[in-house]
């Protein structure tokens, strides 16, 4: 089966960091890139950032310059480096992992992230 798998997630103080990590399995077809979103409560699901298959990154706007994403040779795990952190960059993060073949990515189950002092 399928398994997309995050980690790294908890509680950090204001101005701290933490660092996510988002290792994808079972996946048959092609993967065109392995990415972050999040969710705060009462909140639409937003880009954080997202690498695709050659290497390109993109980031949301309210991350960029304090979120940094990276992943490995096999393009099968990824790690998202967050500083600077915010009361606002509290939220549901969730890995995904869309394919060439799928109009639906694949989605991990989430871990929370919460910057409070």
Same mark, same amino acid.
């Given at each position: ?5 995050? &980690?790294?997630? @908890? ?8 660092? /996510?990590? $988002? ?6 077809? =092609?993967? %065109? ?8 409560? @009462?909140?639409? *699901?937003? /880009?954080?950032?997202?690498?695709? =298959?050659?290497?390109?990154? *993109? ?5 960029? @310059? ?9 393009? %099968? ?5 967050? %500083? ?10 969730? $890995?995904?992992?869309?394919?060439? &073949? ?16």
């Amino acid at each position: 089966q399928v398994h997309v798998v995050e &980690s790294g997630g @908890g509680l950090v103080q204001p101005g701290g960091s933490l660092r /996510l990590s $988002c290792a994808a399995s079972g996946i048959a077809d =092609s993967i %065109s890139g392995m990415g972050w979103y999040r969710q705060a409560p @009462g909140s639409q *699901r937003e /880009l954080v950032a997202m690498m695709t =298959s050659d290497g390109r990154t *993109r980031y949301g706007d309210s991350v960029k @310059g304090r979120f940094t994403i990276s992943g490995d040779n096999a393009k %099968s795990a990824i790690s998202l480096q967050m %500083s600077s952190l915010e009361f606002a960059d509290t939220a549901v993060y969730s $890995c995904t992992v869309p394919t060439y &073949s799928s109009l639906v990515p694949y989605w991990g189950q989430g871990t929370q992230v919460t910057v409070s002092s």
